[in-house]
């Protein structure tokens, strides 16, 4: 069983609408789908009672950028973004050590759909794999900032 607690979704833009589903979430065989909305803001997900994280889980960030991504699981702390413009490229920290392209624990980000360029606003969402180290922890806390106005 798992729960997802939308925790916090800052000011918006004036006259931007808030999501009407913040965060949700469906788990399908071995693989938990965790769709998440809103330009700025926070989300725990948690695993509750006895068992395991699926074999797979996958964060669908629908926001028309992506400045800023993180997640805190325990005492690791990583952290991603997307370039707002030109071709797709995606970086990543962990605790503040900027990961290489073939680190297996890096933030794997994919584009969908796929795009080989990033323009702003982007119209589809952004699919993040988390990272199987992650999920022996039993909470992810995750915030985000679709991009700096």
């Keep these: 069983m798992y729960s997802l607690e939308y925790t916090k979704q800052f000011a918006l833009p004036k006259g931007a ?3 009407e589903k913040p965060a949700t979430f469906k788990v ?3 693989r938990l789908v965790v769709d998440l909305h809103g330009a700025i ?3 725990t997900l948690q695993k509750k009672g006895e068992g395991n ?3 797979s889980v996958v964060l669908r960030l629908h926001t028309s950028g992506m400045e800023h991504f993180e997640i805190v699981a325990g005492e690791t ?3 991603g973004f997307v370039q707002s413009h030109g071709t797709f490229r995606h970086f990543s ?4 050590v900027q990961q290489k392209a073939d680190d ?3 933030l794997q980000i994919e584009l969908k759909p796929k795009a080989a360029a990033v323009a702003i606003p982007h119209k589809g969402f952004f699919e993040i794999t988390v990272p199987t180290d992650l999920l022996e922890q039993p909470e992810l806390h995750l915030s985000w900032i679709d ?3």
């Design 17 to 19: 609408a808030k999501a």
């Design 77 to 79: 702390k990583l952290s």
């Design 28 to 30: 399908a065989e071995d």
């Design 104 to 106: 297996p624990k890096r």
């Design 41 to 43: 803001a926070k989300a």
């Design 147 to 149: 991009f700096y106005r």
């Design 93 to 96: 920290s962990r605790n503040g």
């Design 53 to 55: 994280w699926p074999a």
